[in-house]
């Protein structure tokens, strides 16, 4: 992969409130869901960069290797729960909008696992990764996430 450009260097101001703004509204949502969803979406949009990092994390947080092997197939793998297919489909119905009205059923199945302000929290989830996958797959970027985990250690 060959970067084209450094969002971070470029933009340094727009790029720290990305940064803060994403992180924020990823915390107020369930870091294993979090990470099954930033994959799943990630894997929609041919984002290697996010992939990568999120199959990382996940396994850092305790994820299986089954269940990472397994998210492009969730529908059909026993391994996932209600809730957690819910979330999923909700995550591939927004990320794929321009495709049919899948939402109208996602959004049914949802309602049924999550709280309205969970709601929210979700669909917040998917706009980020949505928009981090952008900015790599636009640019190029690619980060090693052992080295990331290595520089938010150092900066604790």
């Given at each position: 992969m060959t970067t084209r450009l450094d969002p971070l260097a470029a933009a340094p101001k727009l790029m720290g409130e990305w940064f803060r703004s994403s992180n924020a509204l990823i915390a107020a949502f369930d870091p294993i869901?979090?990470?099954?969803?930033?994959?799943?979406?990630?894997?929609?949009?041919?984002?290697?960069?996010?992939?990568?990092?999120?199959?990382y994390f996940a396994r850092d947080l305790g994820e299986s290797n089954q269940r990472i092997d397994l998210i492009a197939a969730w529908r059909d793998a026993p391994c996932y729960s209600d809730r957690e297919r819910a979330a999923l489909a909700w995550a591939e119905a927004l990320t794929l909008l321009p495709e049919g009205h899948a939402h109208e059923a996602a959004y049914e199945e949802l309602k049924a696992y999550f709280s309205d302000e969970e709601q929210v929290a979700l669909t917040m989830v998917i706009n980020v990764i949505n928009g981090w996958n952008r900015i790599a797959v636009g640019f190029g970027g690619w980060a090693d996430p052992a080295a990331l985990k290595a520089q938010a250690a150092a900066a604790a």
């Open positions: 869901l979090t990470k099954l969803v930033e994959i799943r979406v990630s894997q929609i949009n041919g984002c290697a960069n996010c992939i990568n990092m999120h199959t």
